[in-house]
Nanobody, 130 residues
Framework: DVQLVESGGGSVQHGGSLRLSCVASTWPHTRSCMGWYRQAPGKEREAIALFGSDGSTSYDDSVKGRFIISKEHTNTTLYLQMNNLKSEDTAVYYC?????????????????????????WGKGTQVTVS
């Protein structure tokens, strides 16, 4: 079974940077859509960056231009480079993957998550910006 383990979280000052990593015990299906989600206190979990099996990337407006999602060429690690961090970025960050969505988009992943749940989730890593 696939296990996703996030790391790289921590405390950072406003304007600082962090890089999160998500290591897969075995890489999800080659057609998987992978992504980073976050959940701030009192708020719902939200998708912020997606990486498609074709190498395509997409970002939520809240992080566009500041965060970069990438994947190691060996297909074992997904990264999230976070720059110019703001207090509103404080949250628990999760890595997730699903092989059933036809399109790796925020809309598709949201529908999949709401109705069926995504295939795989990590346990999260805390990011605190002060």
């Amino acid at each position: 079974d696939v296990q996703l383990v996030e790391s790289g979280g921590g405390s950072v000052q406003h304007g600082g940077s962090l890089r999160l990593s998500c290591v897969a015990s075995t890489w999800p299906h080659t057609r998987s859509c992978m992504g980073w989600y976050r959940q701030a206190p009192g708020k719902e979990r939200e998708a912020i960056a997606l990486f498609g099996s074709d190498g395509s990337t997409s970002y939520d407006d809240s992080v566009k231009g500041r965060f970069i999602i990438s994947k190691e060429h060996t297909n074992t690690t997904l990264y999230l480079q976070m720059n110019n961090l703001k207090s509103e970025d404080t949250a628990v960050y999760y890595c997730a993957a699903d092989s059933r969505v036809v399109e790796c988009s925020f809309w598709s992943m949201n529908i999949q998550n709401v109705h069926y749940g995504l295939n795989y989730w990590g346990k999260g890593t805390q990011v605190t910006v002060s």
